[in-house]
């Protein structure tokens, strides 16, 4: 398991001078192009000729082929159609499964990336990578509310500089209704992750993304967009081609909508790119090197007082539940006769409520029970000292 201390995603390796590399997650709505993007971007680094590489990671269970090669792919530890078959669930319900059972994972996934990321004594050629690349399903509720997005996600921002490129289908998006429902993902997952967020206008051969671009700055030719859009009563129909019941409450909830999101713009990166004909890749990874900064100045902070006030909650629950039990044993505290008994006590009540602790909070006393359910269904004998050290590592990281 990857220590805290090799741990911190300061931007530092533990080789002096040495930058850690930035994770970029690709997220998306499904076929917004997520995996062409990504095959785009990983080219673009194969090809630059300073010699380091891209570590590949498929997070997608269901995805038949990728046009790149993985370093890390889900499909080859977690059998995506067996995990149907096994807990009787439909193709959405899979995927997030899926996820979970390879979050049960992640402490090896991040050994695996500490090793890359520093030199190799044994192999001084081989250079240290620079970026990871994290490829998802288009199941976005992974990352908005189910348990495993948000132990990949932070487990990956506690070990590296992480940004999130949220793709999006700009053709797909060019009526004020799905933008606005778009906008609102991409919204709910950086409040979700509160990682730094880079937004990518994809299949811009086929759209120009300047009217998203305008819409995002400019309030005023967002409400004039609106406008037309009711006067063409186009909410209620397809992707802005009308047809619909058009309603002005719809115009007025979005009005009010594009106030709220102008301070959620204010922190986005935009991109366009085509991830047909690659253009707009440079550009990308600009944006990244700028979000990467911005994840070291504000973010990383920002997670180390989130870590130690799940540290500062743990520690008072577990005062909480001493005190509970040494009421419970008629030891009140207040008796400086039971004060020498309470202090050796106390040492085996801590180790007594840190394994409770391990049973305690959101991973909770359930988790062993799936944990173990998990391990079988992952087909590992040695399930239990895994998941011992897996459930370590999630209250590590708590
Ligand atoms: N014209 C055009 N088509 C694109 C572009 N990027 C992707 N596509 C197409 O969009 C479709 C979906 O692309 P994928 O890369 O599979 O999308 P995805 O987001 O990974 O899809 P899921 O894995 O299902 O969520 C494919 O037919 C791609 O060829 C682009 O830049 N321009």
């Not at 792919?73 to 059998?79: A, M």
């Not at 995990?83 to 499964?97: A, Q």
């Not at 070990?159 to 289908?169: C, R």
């Not at 933008?179 to 509160?194: D, E, G, H, P, V």
Request: charged share 25%; aromatic share 8%.
């Amino acid at each position: 398991m990857a220590s805290n201390s090799e741990s911190s995603a300061s931007g530092q390796t533990g080789q002096p001078g040495q930058e850690k590399p930035v994770a970029i997650v690709c997220i998306g709505m499904a076929g917004s192009g997520k995996t062409t993007f990504m095959q785009q971007i990983n080219a673009y680094l194969h090809n630059k000729k300073d010699g380091a590489v891209p570590y590949v990671i498929n997070l997608d269970p269901a995805v038949l082929n990728t046009p790149f090669e993985s370093n890390i792919d889900i499909r080859d530890s977690v059998k995506y159609k067996e995990v149907m078959k096994e807990y009787n669930l439909g193709p959405n319900g899979g995927i997030l499964t899926s996820l979970n059972l390879f979050a049960t994972k992640i402490d090896q996934v991040l050994n695996l990336l500490e090793k890359r990321a520093s030199p190799d004594p044994a192999n001084p050629a081989r250079k240290p990578i620079t970026n990871i690349l994290v490829d998802t399903p288009g199941q976005i509720e992974v990352f908005v509310w189910s348990a495993s997005g948000t132990i990949l996600l932070e487990s990956l921002a506690s070990s590296f500089p992480t940004v999130i490129a949220y793709v999006i289908d700009t053709p797909r998006t060019s009526s004020t209704s799905t933008f606005m429902s778009n906008m609102l993902y991409a919204c709910s997952i950086l409040y979700k992750t509160k990682l730094p967020m880079i937004l990518v206008f994809n299949k811009t051969d086929i759209k120009d993304a300047s009217f998203a671009k305008e819409w995002m700055t400019d309030y005023d030719a967002f409400q004039a967009a609106l406008q037309a859009d009711e006067n063409g009563n186009a909410f209620g129909g397809q992707e802005g081609e009308g047809g619909g019941s058009g309603s002005g409450y719809m115009g007025s909830l979005l009005n009010s909508m594009s106030l709220m999101l102008e301070e959620f713009y204010a922190h986005l990166s935009v991109v366009s790119v085509s991830s047909h004909l690659g253009t707009g890749i440079p550009e990308f990874f600009e944006a990244v090197k700028e979000k990467a900064e911005e994840f070291k100045r504000d973010y990383q902070p920002e997670l180390e007082k989130r870590r130690e006030q799940r540290e500062e909650n743990k520690k008072k629950e577990r005062e909480k539940e001493l005190n509970k039990m040494m009421r419970g044993m008629s030891m009140g505290g207040t008796d400086p006769a039971v004060g020498d008994i309470e202090d050796s006590e106390e040492d085996k009540m801590e180790t007594l409520s840190s394994d409770e602790d391990s049973d305690e909070d959101a991973a909770g006393a359930g988790d062993e029970g799936l944990q173990s359910r998990y391990g079988e269904a992952l087909g590992s004998n040695e399930t239990t000292a895994e998941q011992a050290s897996f459930i370590k590592y999630i209250h590590s990281q708590k």
